[in-house]
């Protein structure tokens, strides 16, 4: 082997990558609260995020646009797969290599926005950082002229096995249709887990593992995700399989599958034929936009709290975007043991939590996903001024 370790790693920080990949490999737990050395850092917070659901916002219109259930669940797989290329790879595309994304500070906000263009209505995103231990993220994204709304939340399982980080990702989203008669059709979206491959070099890279489920108006989904050196011998390689439930009838195709790479297109080989999902064409960015009466951001608003942060990252001037950090995490911990000493607690400006998600248990026991049951975070739907003037 002609590699050596960190031979992707800047000179300067490599004794501190090797300190750190000791340090990963000595935890038996969770690993979610580390701090990983500065030139692995990513600019942007986890509570950025939830926007990587919605950066090809006319397939999430699409989806408002089907006529048949068939049409709408192979819609919604659709914009599915075509989000994970943003979700899993775009970073390592643009920056070389994966980086760790900023752990959020509690009560952290991301408003975005999908301005309406061709006729696809205009799509926005609330997201929040309800939890930080563990570190949990809600999220809702609604596109109202198309009848659709995403709600979910994502938390992060970390652990160390085999020279790999290993991500359970953690939570569910509902996709809510809302149809021209009224009524409404439900999809329980799962995650997928991840495997962070390529430490030794000090190059990460993300590739999916085991499945995730989309579950709904009638059909049971299902996508495997298998890396290289199993059945195509690809990396980021899927294989969907949408199955209709009793009652379906002679409506639906007995059985639809799709296979490809989810990074770059697939196809139909069951139930159908042709291209499929195809995301060569860049994505779109969001808009960010301030919460505050007049549109500007707040202090707890993602970029502004995160700053010179995320400026020293990108400068490569590591030494002030650790001071700044530090000065951050200071602050948060001083404001929760001001709220003990007070008697005081945090409370969400977004979100609800619910101990049982009634879809998620009515639409898991389709799939036979475990667990049967699983909390969530409802919407207050008390959306900003700045996404919403009506409100």
Same mark, same amino acid.
């Given at each position: 082997?002609?590699?050596?370790?960190?031979?992707?790693?800047?000179?300067?920080?490599?004794?501190?990558?090797?300190?750190?990949?000791?340090?990963?490999?000595? @935890?038996?737990?969770?690993?979610?609260?580390?701090?990983?050395?500065?030139? =692995?850092?990513?600019?942007?917070?986890? *509570?950025?995020?939830?926007?990587?659901?919605?950066?090809?916002?006319?397939?999430?219109?699409?989806?408002?646009?089907?006529?048949?259930?068939?049409?709408?669940?192979?819609? @919604?797989?659709?914009?599915?797969?075509?989000?994970?290329?943003?979700?899993? *790879?775009?970073?390592?595309?643009?920056?070389?290599?994966? %980086?760790?994304?900023?752990?959020?500070?509690?009560?952290?906000?991301?408003? !975005?926005?999908?301005?309406?263009?061709?006729?696809?209505?205009?799509?926005?995103?609330?997201?929040?950082?309800?939890?930080?231990?563990?570190?949990?993220?809600?999220?809702?994204?609604?596109?109202?002229?198309?009848?659709?709304?995403?709600?979910?939340?994502?938390?992060?399982? *970390?652990?160390?096995?085999?020279?790999?980080? =290993?991500?359970?990702?953690?939570?569910?989203?509902?996709?809510?249709?809302?149809?021209?008669?009224?009524?409404?059709? %439900?999809?329980? +979206?799962?995650?997928?887990?991840?495997?962070?491959?390529?430490?030794?070099?000090?190059?990460?890279?993300?590739?999916?593992? /085991?499945?995730?489920? =989309?579950?709904?108006?009638?059909?049971?989904? @299902?996508?495997?995700?298998?890396?290289?050196?199993?059945?195509?011998?690809?990396?980021?390689?899927?294989?969907?399989? +949408?199955?209709?439930?009793?009652?379906?009838?002679?409506?639906?195709?007995?059985?639809?599958?799709?296979?490809?790479?989810?990074?770059?297109?697939?196809?139909?080989?069951?139930?159908?034929? !042709?291209?499929?999902?195809?995301?060569?064409?860049?994505?779109?960015?969001?808009?960010?936009?301030?919460? /505050?009466?007049?549109?500007?951001?707040?202090?707890?608003?993602?970029?502004?709290?995160?700053?010179?942060?995320?400026?020293?990252?990108?400068?490569?001037?590591?030494?002030?975007?650790?001071?700044?950090?530090?000065?951050?995490?200071?602050?948060?911990?001083?404001?929760?043991?001001?709220?003990?000493?007070?008697?005081?607690?945090?409370?969400?400006?977004?979100?609800?939590?619910?101990?049982?998600?009634?879809?998620?248990?009515? +639409?898991?026991?389709?799939?036979?996903?475990?667990?049967?049951?699983?909390?969530?975070? @409802?919407?207050?739907?008390?959306?900003?001024?700045?996404?919403?003037?009506?409100?």
């Amino acid at each position: 082997m002609t590699e050596q370790a960190g031979e992707a790693v800047p000179v300067a920080q490599r004794s501190s990558w090797t300190s750190f990949l000791k340090s990963i490999a000595s @935890v038996s737990g969770d690993l979610s609260s580390m701090t990983a050395p500065p030139f =692995i850092l990513s600019p942007i917070s986890l *509570t950025e995020y939830p926007a990587y659901w919605c950066e090809r916002p006319e397939l999430f219109a699409e989806i408002g646009d089907a006529k048949t259930s068939e049409e709408r669940v192979l819609a @919604v797989l659709k914009w599915f797969i075509s989000t994970l290329k943003g979700q899993y *790879t775009s970073r390592n595309e643009t920056s070389g290599s994966e %980086k760790k994304p900023l752990n959020p500070a509690l009560g952290e906000l991301f408003y !975005g926005t999908w301005p309406d263009k061709d006729g696809r209505g205009k799509t926005d995103l609330i997201a929040e950082q309800v939890s930080h231990h563990p570190p949990i993220t809600a999220y809702v994204i609604e596109n109202q002229s198309k009848g659709l709304k995403l709600v979910g939340h994502n938390a992060q399982k *970390t652990s160390f096995s085999g020279g790999s980080i =290993i991500v359970k990702q953690i939570g569910h989203a509902v996709l809510t249709v809302k149809l021209p008669s009224g009524s409404e059709e %439900k999809f329980l +979206l799962t995650l997928p887990r991840l495997r962070i491959d390529g430490l030794w070099y000090g190059a990460p890279y993300i590739e999916l593992t /085991e499945h995730s489920n =989309i579950v709904g108006d009638g059909f049971v989904g @299902v996508v495997e995700y298998k890396g290289k050196g199993y059945f195509s011998g690809k990396s980021h390689t899927f294989k969907a399989t +949408l199955t209709p439930q009793p009652g379906m009838g002679g409506a639906a195709t007995k059985e639809i599958v799709v296979e490809g790479l989810w990074h770059q297109n697939s196809k139909i080989v069951t139930g159908g034929h !042709g291209p499929f999902h195809d995301v060569s064409a860049p994505k779109e960015e969001v808009t960010a936009v301030g919460g /505050e009466a007049r549109g500007e951001m707040g202090p707890m608003e993602t970029r502004k709290l995160w700053e010179l942060v995320s400026k020293g990252i990108r400068e490569g001037d590591f030494d002030t975007a650790s001071k700044e950090k530090t000065r951050i995490e200071n602050e948060m911990r001083q404001r929760r043991k001001d709220e003990v000493a007070s008697g005081t607690s945090w409370e969400s400006k977004h979100f609800n939590q619910i101990s049982s998600d009634p879809v998620y248990e009515d +639409l898991a026991k389709l799939a036979k996903i475990t667990p049967p049951t699983e909390d969530a975070y @409802v919407f207050r739907g008390n959306w900003p001024k700045s996404l919403r003037p009506s409100n």
